[in-house]
């Protein structure tokens, strides 16, 4: 039984990252514009993270600068793919390639001249093993961004799905020509979103750096970011979708960690790639089956049809 409990709690702790950078870039593509740079902007949150919890002393502090840094990336992405117009592929690609290197250097910077930041405050624990000991449940550690993230899935459903603004940016996703006829904003609107796809994704990045690992490091995020965007794809571009997605590939990382350590014989390399390899074979099976909104991906030109 105890077994069991670590198995969902190491799973919930590795796909609450996954959800934040997924819920990002649903937000985004529902509105027409994708956000490859997913895994760069939550490079940027893992060290804004961890450099506000360590010299605040505050990990909430940390928490809400990576939401901020997250989404000044997000706004590069916003000004080349909605302003400019240029490819969204391209933008994307563009920050994962510059996030790293600027992670680095604010690393650097903030902490003489270290690659990897000092440890840092971490968030605190919903169930933790002090108020579970002796019981079956201590190893069903849940930290407050596992729950913070299940409930902002469920606030962005309801957003998308039962408010006007939700109605608006589903609009614009999928015909932005007929939502601009009436009235709607559609760059107004794919801006909003493409900032808060940052925030998400630097509240995901956060959620590793001062949640699991409590510190910054090079591999912190280490694809976590192109894992999110399967999970936004075999979701079928739905917060829910999404959600249970992030829970399978955080399975299959428990899984990794439980064999790992236990009584099987399984060569490192194999458990290495059984996450990447999840990816592919979702990516595989599912991608045909999935259809984006119409517009995702497609710069819109005001006055074009």
């Known amino acids: 039984m105890e077994s069991f409990f670590l198995l969902i709690g190491i ?21 027409g514009v994708t956000n490859i740079g997913i895994e760069g902007m939550m490079v940027i949150g893992a060290i804004a993270g961890a450099a506000g919890s360590y010299f605040t002393g505050n990990p909430w502090v940390g928490f809400l600068a990576a939401g ?22 391209i933008s994307g690609v563009a920050i994962n390639m510059l996030a790293p290197g600027l992670a680095l250097f604010a690393c650097r910077s903030f902490f003489e001249g270290a690659a990897m930041s000092p440890i840092a405050p971490k968030l605190p624990k919903v169930l933790g093993e002090s108020g579970l000991a002796g019981t079956p449940f201590v190893n069903l550690n849940v930290n407050v961004t596992t729950v913070l993230a299940l409930i902002f899935a469920i606030i962005m459903w309801f957003v998308l799905y039962r408010t006007k603004w939700g109605l608006r940016v589903r609009a614009v996703g999928e015909h932005p ?23 998400f994704a630097g509240f995901g990045g956060a959620s ?7 510190q910054f490091t090079q591999t912190a995020i280490s694809g976590q970011g192109f894992i999110a965007m399967a999970a936004v794809i075999f ?10 997605a992030c829970l399978l590939f955080g399975f299959t990382q428990a899984l990794v960690i439980i064999l790992g350590g236990g009584d099987f014989v399984v060569p490192s390399q194999i458990l290495s790639m059984l996450p990447y390899a ?3 074979i979702v990516l595989v099976l599912f991608v045909g089956r999935s259809v984006a909104p119409k517009a995702d991906g497609i710069p819109y030109i005001k006055g074009s049809r």
Not at 14 to 22: D, E, M, Q, R, W
Not at 70 to 86: D, E, I, K
Not at 235 to 244: I, L, R, S, V
């Open 208 to 214: 590793v750096s001062i949640a699991i690992i409590s």
């Open 235 to 244: 979701g079928k571009w739905t917060p829910f979708g999404a959600y249970g």
């Open 68 to 89: 901020v840094a997250g989404a000044l990336v997000a706004l590069l992405h916003a000004v080349a793919s909605v302003s400019f117009a240029a490819d969204q592929t």
């Open 177 to 199: 020509a007929a939502a601009d006829t009436l009235g709607i904003n559609v760059y107004k609107v794919r801006y909003v979103c493409v900032l808060l796809s940052g925030m």
């Open 11 to 31: 799973t919930l702790m590795y796909s609450t990252p996954l959800v934040f950078g997924a819920l990002g870039g649903v937000i985004s593509e529902r509105s």
């Open 278 to 280: 999840m990816t592919i």
